[in-house]
């Protein structure tokens, strides 16, 4: 079935420096990848997907690529602030064993940015 | 343009209880999947309704029902609540249920199961 791994956190980095937080998956055919944000309190927030293999998805300085080599989709930043704090999902749709579709997500990793 | 709207906001119910969860799709969105969300854990995935009908299941008991209204809002129902099913539920909606249509989601409902 299908199966999205994530580095464990907390993630914890000073502001202005560089955020790398690995994300793997497992599927049938070719899945759309999605990274999304949840602050406290608060339900998730798309922050950027890709549809195809070498595509880069990007938004508010964040990027990642898919790699269907290596079936990873790796979530970047080169300067995190305060205000990134957050837990980070990574997602996948892709069709289940029963040939439905439904978003496959992480266990998630905090973000952690001190000031 | 509105969001997705969920109510309520927080539930305290007893086991062995019934609870009815509501969920308003984003304008123009005619497809609306439901996720549990244990503490600490990543979303997992409910159902899924298309058009009123039921268009995809996870591993969740029939006790989990879902329903889809003429103007795409819907509802989750569990039945006979368990003290795991103590969680948030997010609702999401799509434009459509493809792959590589976003799905935006509400603020969810917390749940808590004595």
């Known amino acids: 079935g299908n199966s999205v791994t994530q580095m464990e956190g907390p993630v914890t980095l000073s502001e202005e420096a560089f955020l790398t937080i690995n994300c793997t998956y497992t599927?049938?055919?070719?899945?759309?990848l999605f990274w999304y944000v949840q602050y406290p309190g608060e339900g998730l927030q798309l922050l950027l997907k890709?549809?195809?293999?070498?595509d880069k998805g990007s938004n508010k300085g964040f990027e990642a690529t898919y790699r269907k080599e290596t079936t990873s989709f790796h979530l970047e930043k080169g300067s995190v602030q305060v205000s990134d704090s957050a837990v980070y999902f990574c997602?996948?749709?892709?069709?289940?064993?029963?040939?439905?579709?439904?978003?496959?997500f992480g266990s998630g990793t905090r973000l952690q940015v001190q000031p | 343009e509105t969001g997705v709207t969920q109510s309520p906001t927080h539930l305290i119910k007893t086991r062995g209880q019934q609870v009815t969860l509501r969920c308003s799709s984003q304008s123009g969105h005619n497809t609306v999947s439901w996720y549990q969300q244990a503490l600490g854990q990543g979303p997992q995935f409910i159902f899924q309704y298309y058009r009123e009908e039921e268009n995809g299941r996870g591993n969740f008991p029939p006790r989990f029902s879902g329903l889809q209204f003429p103007n795409y809002s819907s509802e989750l129902n569990v039945n006979a609540l368990e003290l795991d099913d103590s969680a948030l539920y997010l609702c999401?909606?799509?434009?459509?249920?493809?792959?590589?249509?976003?799905?935006?989601f509400g603020p969810g409902t917390r749940l808590t199961v004595t």
């Open positions: 599927a049938t055919g070719y899945p759309s």
């Open positions: 890709a549809t195809k293999a070498d």
């Open positions: 999401a909606s799509s434009l459509n249920p493809g792959d590589t249509y976003e799905q935006y």
């Open positions: 997602a996948l749709s892709g069709p289940m064993d029963t040939g439905r579709r439904a978003l496959t």
